[in-house]
């Protein structure tokens, strides 16, 4: 499972920090990683990924991830990884994890920005209309 992401945090420079965070299903493997915001990009985290993989000497099947709004750029650097991205509303391992990550990471962290959204807000997308036949 895998999370890039702005969080609510601001550089020295006042700029939004992102974090990359990966983790398997049982939290026995936990990353973190913090990237300013002018690296935010597929090949940037192709790279993440590759050396995290390296490290490990471990290549998963896939990555999990639950937020639409970076799909492209998780997509896009799973492809070159050669590792299949799957969008998934079911990553409550790294949803706990995050909500952990808002209380004894975030908000100690000097940069924190209270104002900052939600981290964890998803898109409803509006109703579609059922065919006649159902």
Not at 32 to 40: D, G, H, V
Not at 47 to 75: C, D, G, H, S
Not at 80 to 109: F, M, N
């Amino acid at each position: 499972q895998i999370d890039f992401c702005s969080r609510p945090l601001k550089d020295d420079r006042g700029k939004k920090v992102w974090e990359l965070l990966i983790t398997d299903d049982d939290r026995s493997f936990e990353h973190a990683e913090y990237f300013p915001n002018n690296r935010i990009n597929s090949v940037e985290l192709a790279r993440a990924l590759e050396r995290v993989m390296e490290e490990r000497n471990e290549r998963p099947k896939r990555f999990k991830f639950f937020r639409a709004q970076m799909q492209t750029i998780i997509t896009r650097a799973c492809n070159e990884v050669d590792i299949a991205p799957l969008a998934s509303r079911r990553c409550q391992t790294l949803v706990t994890w995050l909500g952990e990550r808002v209380e004894t990471v975030y908000k100690k962290h000097p940069g924190y920005d209270a104002n900052a959204p939600p981290l964890m807000a998803f898109e409803a997308s509006a109703p579609k209309r059922l065919p006649d036949a159902l």
